[in-house]
């Protein structure tokens, strides 16, 4: 489908949008469980952001089965300056009795070792937004196909296992890989927001730890 083409201009510059890890999670979990229900295969898949943009995004490294879907996206992070530009996000679905979404985390996701995050010790490191909007895609899907059941999802990150050596992630107790984030499922490029927020994750890990300075 190609690229993003949505632009901000900053700065005199026409710069482009790309989408969060969080959307790239996303996509793929709701690309594998279409399959996954269906049993056929999807070359791309549309999901709905926080931001209130939809996304069409390409699906890729299909491996279905009768009991698993494997695929994954590959990360655009437009012109952000982003270590994970081009990095392929994974998902592997599977049915399970309960109702819901029970998530886990493969190779390159990190997890949570200290307190004064949005997920708790212990939980890979899956934020808040990013399983929303799962949830609520996968309950689009679930719906569609008239399937009462609920997800096992597994997501992988290859690539993040040396690319969160270049993140705030070891310094935030993220251990083992990166973090699956964003709150609008959008990335801004060259946002000073996104900077500030990462501060701010720092701050109140190091307020956990009893720094009052």
């Not at 790309?18 to 279409?34: D, E, L, P, V």
């Not at 012109?79 to 998902?91: E, K, L, N, Y």
């Not at 899907?141 to 609920?150: E, L, N, R, S, W």
Request: proline content about 5%; charged content about 25%; hydrophobic content about 35%.
């Amino acid at each position: 489908m190609g690229k993003f083409e949505k632009y901000i201009e900053k700065d005199g510059k026409r710069m482009r949008y790309g989408y969060t890890t969080g959307s790239c999670a996303t996509a793929a979990s709701k690309g594998a469980a279409t399959m996954l229900l269906s049993g056929e295969r999807r070359n791309a898949i549309t999901i709905d952001t926080p931001k209130g943009w939809q996304l069409a995004i390409d699906l890729y490294d299909i491996e279905m089965t009768a009991e698993a879907v494997t695929c994954s996206v590959i990360k655009d992070a437009g012109d952000d300056p982003d270590v994970t530009d081009g990095m392929r996000v994974f998902a592997t679905v599977r049915r399970q009795t309960e109702p819901g979404v029970t998530f886990k985390g493969g190779p390159g996701v990190g997890r949570v070792t200290l307190s004064g995050l949005s997920i708790p010790v212990g939980e890979p490191a899956i934020n808040p937004t990013p399983r929303a909007m799962m949830r609520r895609e996968l309950a689009v899907v679930a719906k569609d196909f008239g399937y009462t059941g609920g997800f096992e999802v597994t997501i992988a990150m290859p690539e993040g296992i040396e690319l969160a050596k270049r993140t705030f992630n070891p310094k935030l107790g993220v251990v083992g890989g990166l973090s699956v984030i964003g709150t609008s499922g959008v990335v801004t490029p060259m946002s000073e927001e996104s900077l500030k927020a990462s501060m701010k994750l720092e701050l109140s890990v190091l307020r956990e730890k009893g720094y009052e300075n």
